[in-house]
């Protein structure tokens, strides 16, 4: 549905989607952007994910990554209004990449476990985020993270940004997975929802999932939210317009 019935999801467009955040922020957010824009380094990354639309090598600059791979501006000032609207104090981000999302969530005061399964990203990554505290990199493939560290460690995540791989069956492999992970007022959120019919499909069939109680179609972000007290609603924003 177009119109927004739910005051849950009325709210939550109004001062998240549609809000805005402290000018010191958004400062801070530009900077670290400028700083990984004027980055010319080399790296050779490992694609275990579907690949990109942009490079047909693994060889790339940062400055490239940045400019073709990474969260855009206006989405990292979003991640991090979501993150303070819902006054979130874990999460988990699956695709640490430049740390352009990863920095945004930060900036909310949350405690972040980002994972990278590329070895050169997560070190060049690693290097530009070591003043912040609560920031945890974690090298490993998602899949052997959720299975080995999750499974031992147990934790609970009050958003769960799944950000890497883009392909379909992993991704919708990835939610059931990490539902155990979840609690009811958790958000996930599924990039690049029409990256391919693959990922739209994995989207469709996760916006009808048995625990998923309403979602926000944003036209690239998926949210899923599992709120028992909420009626299982579709909705769409187009966030593109913002």
Partial sequence: MHGIHSPFIFQFQHEAIYGSQDKSIEDEIIRFRESVKNNHTTITIEDYGAGSHKFKTDT??????????????????????????FKVEKVLELGTSLGIGTQAIALSGAQVT????????????????????????????????????????????????????????????????????????TVFILDDIYWSPDMTRAWKTLQQ??????????????????RKEQQQEQFYINLKTM
């Fill in 209 to 226: 999932h048995e625990r998923v109680t309403a979602s926000i179609d944003g036209f690239f972000w998926g949210f899923l939210f599992l």
């Fill in 114 to 185: 980002s994972i990278e399964a590329s070895r050169a990203v997560y070190e060049s990554t690693k290097s530009r985020l070591t003043s912040f505290e609560n920031i945890q990199l974690i090298h490993n493939i998602f899949q052997r993270y959720i299975d080995d560290d999750l499974s031992r460690l147990n934790p609970s995540y009050d958003l769960i940004f799944i950000d890497g791989h883009h392909d379909g069956m992993a991704t919708m492999n990835y939610f059931e997975r990490l539902l155990p992970f979840s609690h009811d007022h």
């Fill in 60 to 85: 790339r600059k940062v400055s490239e990554i940045l400019k073709h791979n990474s969260t855009p501006l206006k989405r990292s000032l979003l991640l991090y209004r979501i993150c303070h609207y």
